[in-house]
């Protein structure tokens, strides 16, 4: 199983997975304790406009274009979001969800009312991406590892995503301090001094290129999936924010590897004839270590004892 195959045909996807689920469940811990979490789920939809914009503008359908036009989508979008909370004094929900829908709606008018019919972009890519088609085609076995020309030949998206992934690493780093203050006492933060919008619009902006980075591999679904489902989990594992990050990542980590494991083989060892979405697969994973915590978590328990 672990052989010349596995590294030519899977290794590959899993580490994409792997590098979308942590890259998104690293910020996806402070929005849930922001009650922000489904802001996750907007810029993963408001993505569309951008990449048909992009596609018009350029004619072509390459990854950095798109990427480049989604980018500018989620950004706009968080914008918008700020300033109808700011100018219309509506619950950060209530905005999110009219940004949402009114940018994805735009998006679906551009995909009628353009030329975009005649190329491959579709609702099965937008949703479930591409996962197991991110084949390192120049593999030859776990030598080519150490071999430059095979290496030349990897996945872009790999490399994106490692990317991102780490500079999702050292923002949370950098700007550990006043994340943590403004999340949990926003009022004492503008007391000492801290920019807290500019803080919270950091963190929103750092989400956007995340959902952007993984869209293009994994889809919406597992972007939706590993903001929310990881960080919840951590959450109810333990009750300092230390620990809930790195529950989150292993949450993230064992979601991709077991998902992706599940969709390529559990469908044969149950008599199935065809594997099914590994980025379908990803997602219930989560949702089903998500539905584990709620049951078993010890933070669960103690609010349980707590309230009997």
Known sequence: MLGAEFVQL??????IGILSAVACALPGNFLLLRRQALIGDAISHVVLPGIVVAFVIT??????????GAGVAALVAVGLIEVIKRLGRVEPGAAMGLVFTTLFAAGVLLLERTDTSAVHIDVDHALMGSLESLIWFDA?????????VALAGL??????LLIVTVAMVLFLRVMWRGLVITTFDPGYARAIGLPVNWIGFALVVMTAIAA???FDAVGSIIVIAMFVCPPAAARLMTNRL????????GFAVL???????????GPGWIGAAASVSA???IATVSGVILALACLFAPERRRAQQATA
């Open 10 to 15: 899977s290794l590959t996807p899993m580490l």
């Open 59 to 68: 004619g072509t359908i390459t990854a950095w274009p798109m990427m480049i």
């Open 140 to 148: 030859t076995g776990w030598g080519s590892l150490l071999d430059p």
């Open 155 to 160: 996945p872009p998206q790999l490399g994106r």
């Open 212 to 214: 952007v980075a993984a």
């Open 242 to 249: 230390v620990h809930q990050i790195w529950w989150s990542v």
């Open 255 to 265: 979601s991709a590897i077991l998902g992706y494991i599940l969709a390529g083989y």
């Open 279 to 281: 980025a379908g697969m």
